[in-house]
């Protein structure tokens, strides 16, 4: 093991934060500390991207948790030198024990869940202000630093939501999925008005069910002072009688990388086919599901068709929906991928 990279217990206390390097060039007004929890089952490339993205964001202090231990044996070589910043966990059966009260929950929902809340104590323990709960296929969006767009979040908020952008592949596969896709849809003001009008124009194509998002819709940054039951998914659980107030704050955006290309979304769908992960009871995700099973069985290459048909987009679509305000185009500065020690993203 490398003594640099440091895969803590359940129980242990984290390293305390220190100041990071943004590569986005923070506010002179005040800037809020903020920590990112993730569980995460990926690629160990995947993986580094997203770690420098976010610290190069402004992400102040990063916790990990590898729902698969080997790939956190993996990434201690690649991720070392960060033990300041970033905090790993191997959720492996010593980490649920010492985590109890419960043996690892079969659903991946729920080891979530408990890594959050987790995660969510540690970063108290630290002081931070905030902290957000995201996937390991979402990356976060703003035009300054992360610490200094939640320092201007209204005062009396204990929940600021997130303006969901969903990302739409336009080719079967991709290197880094993070970097090539740049079209996302997206749900803007009178966004029901204007999917009518799209369907009514030739767009149909673009709606899975009526649904236009494949996916969900929902993620939120906690204020660390609030005081809630526990930490959800895509937003906290209240504490009975004890309402938060919650706020959007399209200041910051939340790009959903439901598809990275036909690779990762296979090894995403396979085991919720194979009845391995229970899907989450969502309509489109049932149907999704649906689809894909059926396409299989039809034919071996059922699983492509599937994938073009639930994401492709004809180019009529394409030019409709963007000026119906429904997609945009997004590039993401390749300065935020690079390694935060490195000096090449300054």
């Known amino acids: ?122 970063a108290r323990e630290m002081g931070l202000d905030w902290l957000i709960h995201i996937d390991s296929d979402e990356l976060l969006q703003v035009d300054d630093s992360l610490g200094a767009t939640l320092a201007r979040a209204p ?28 079209l996302f849809r997206t749900w803007p003001r009178a966004a029901r008005y204007r999917a009518q009008i799209a369907r009514r124009i030739g767009c149909e194509g673009a709606f899975l069910d009526g649904m236009y998002f494949r996916g969900h819709q929902l993620k939120s940054a906690l204020r660390l002072r609030s005081e809630i039951a526990h930490m959800g998914n895509h937003i906290p659980y209240e504490i009975e009688g004890q309402p938060l107030r919650i706020v959007p704050y399209p200041k910051i955006r939340l790009l959903h990388y439901d598809c990275g290309g036909y690779a990762s979304w296979l090894r995403k769908w396979l085991p919720r086919i194979e009845g391995k992960i229970k899907n989450t009871g969502e309509a489109s995700r049932d149907r999704q599901a649906s689809l894909i099973r059926d396409a299989i069985e039809r034919s071996p290459e059922g699983a492509v068709a599937a994938y073009r048909q639930i994401y492709g987009l004809r180019p009529r679509e394409k030019a409709l929906l963007r000026t119906l305000g429904l997609l945009r185009r997004i590039e993401l500065p390749s300065s935020l991928f690079a390694d935060p020690a490195s000096g090449a993203s300054s």
């Not at 005062?155 to 991709?174: G, M």
């Open 1 to 122: 093991m490398n003594p640099r990279v440091k895969l803590m217990s359940a129980t242990e206390p984290p390293i305390a934060s220190r100041s990071s390097p943004h590569v986005v060039e923070p506010s002179r007004l005040r800037v809020d500390t903020v920590a990112l929890v993730i569980t995460l089952k990926s690629t160990l490339a995947e993986t580094i991207e997203w770690v420098n993205y976010h610290r190069n964001l402004g992400a102040d202090h990063i916790f990990l948790f590898f729902d698969d231990p080997a790939e956190a044996a993996e990434a201690q070589g690649p991720l070392s030198g960060r033990d300041d910043w970033l905090t790993c966990f191997a959720c492996d059966d010593d980490y649920w024990h010492q985590l109890g009260p419960e043996p690892r929950p079969p659903s991946p929902w729920r080891r979530q869940e408990l890594n959050a809340d987790l995660g969510h104590r540690l």
């Open 155 to 182: 005062s009396d908020a204990d929940v600021a939501t997130f303006t969901v952008l969903e990302a739409v592949p336009e080719a079967i596969d991709y290197q880094s999925g993070f970097r090539e896709i740049t």
